[in-house]
């Protein structure tokens, strides 16, 4: 290599350059220069010397690295779809609170199949030894009562969890 140019960091610290090897000329004479990432630690040992040289100064000042606007757009964009990606999952899912001595499962899906039968509970047109599962699949037999407190029960603890995941 004769001779490097236009050195400037990059965002994960290599340094892009424009390099001249020897005998890389147009065929007018002109020196020829080609892109290269140089990196401290790079695999070519002529990599690693070209890029202790940039910072050394062997070339010029090596721009630095400048976030611009759009970057930052990017990665605001980028977090704030991670963020709704999580709250959603977090949102979705199931955890599992005790009541009266069972553990039951409380989640939208839950809250979907409840619903139903709650209703159906309130008109009085439950069947004769009616039962809900609980998480640990054991049949619990529930009166209209106890399955409105149910699902009491679960809407408070979704809007538990979902203040917990603001925290």
């Not at 000329?25 to 002529?46: C, F, I, N, Q, S």
């Not at 964009?77 to 709704?84: A, D, L, R």
Request: aromatic share 8%.
């Amino acid at each position: 290599m004769t001779d490097a140019r236009n050195g400037r960091y990059n965002e994960n610290g290599t340094i892009s350059v424009e390099v001249c090897f020897d005998n890389n000329k147009t065929e007018d004479g002109v020196a020829l220069y080609l892109p290269y990432t140089a990196a401290v630690h790079d695999p070519a040992d002529y990599g690693r010397q070209l890029y202790a040289d940039l910072v050394a100064g062997k070339y010029g000042t090596v721009t630095p690295f400048t976030v611009t606007p759009e970057m930052l757009t990017a990665a605001r964009q980028k977090k704030h779809t991670e963020i709704n990606a999580w709250r959603d999952e977090q949102e979705n899912g199931s955890i599992i609170f005790t009541l009266n001595g069972h553990r039951w499962d409380c989640g939208k899906a839950s809250q979907t199949r409840l619903a139903p039968v709650v209703a159906v509970a309130k008109s009085g047109e439950l069947p004769p030894g009616f039962f809900w599962t609980d998480a640990d699949n054991i049949d619990v037999p529930m009166s209209t009562d106890e399955l409105t407190a149910l699902e009491a029960a679960m809407q408070q603890n979704m809007v538990l969890q979902g203040f917990k995941i603001h925290e």
